[in-house]
């Protein structure tokens, strides 16, 4: 008897308590949100993606930067985007009593909205800007009711509470040794081209812990897996049980 990619990644799930899931792009898109490397922005005219939003372009002309940044997030900085299926599994997954910890290359919080309490936001959040002189947080809706925001108490221009180019991924520790410990690592909608999280599969799969992958299309590292299911999160999600 034939056992569907569903059914062996069941099994896989059903075989562990301490379940790591690596989420990229491709997690949200399902909700509606595009990969903002898809959009078409001023960065595609004047300068690459990696050099608007780039730190070194932060420091060097903060205005110009915000216009950009603006440009390239407008799809997520608005719109009433909602958890899908595959956020509501990872919830319940957690809900069911498992330690689900989720490590997410996503800026847009669904994880957290869905109802998963360990979430390592490795690229940072859409959600919050920070001071970068006096470390004062400010929320979104400030940030959107400015063109250039800046500090409520010194005056310096914030900076977008994600990771930008140039700047160290600071949960990257955390996230390997959440991954190492795990019973199973369950990478969704990621295409793994992006360095350093890239390599949490891959030192996964040489300290011997099951892989399993749910991706749209193929990636470079399909061969590190135990199980790869090409197909689409929600569509997948829908036929597992927790």
């Known amino acids: 008897m034939n056992v569907s990619p569903q059914q062996q990644l069941q099994q896989l799930i059903d075989g562990a308590r301490r379940i790591a899931v690596l989420t990229g792009a491709g997690m949200s898109t399902e909700s509606g949100i595009p990969d903002f490397r898809s959009a078409n922005g001023l960065w595609s005219q004047d300068m690459s993606l990696a050099e608007a939003v780039s730190v070194e372009y932060f420091r060097r002309a903060p205005s110009a930067f915000w216009q950009a940044f603006r440009d390239i997030f407008r799809i997520k900085l608005v719109g009433d985007y909602q958890p899908n299926d595959g956020h509501h599994f990872l919830a319940a997954l957690e809900a069911s009593g498992r330690e ?80 190492l410990n795990a019973d199973l690592l369950l990478v969704m909608g990621s295409s793994l081209e992006v360095s350093p999280v890239n390599l949490i599969p891959v030192e996964a799969a040489r300290a011997g812990i099951p892989c399993a992958l749910i991706n749209y299309t193929p990636t470079r590292f399909d061969t590190l897996f135990d199980l790869c299911v090409h197909a689409g999160i929600g569509d997948t999600c829908r036929q597992l049980s927790c």
Do not use: W
């Not at 989720?102 to 390592?120: C, E, F, K, P, S």
């Not at 809706?141 to 991924?169: F, S, W």
């Open 100 to 179: 689900v910890t989720i490590l997410t290359q996503n800026i847009d919080g669904l994880h957290g909205r869905a109802g998963n309490r360990r979430v390592l936001e490795m690229h940072g959040t859409l959600l919050s800007a920070s001071c970068p002189d006096c470390h004062m947080p400010h929320p979104l809706d400030y940030v959107q009711q400015h063109e250039v925001p800046a500090c409520r108490r010194c005056r310096a221009v914030l900076k977008p509470d994600v990771v930008l180019y140039g700047e160290a991924v600071p949960l990257i520790d955390v996230a390997f040794e959440a991954a």
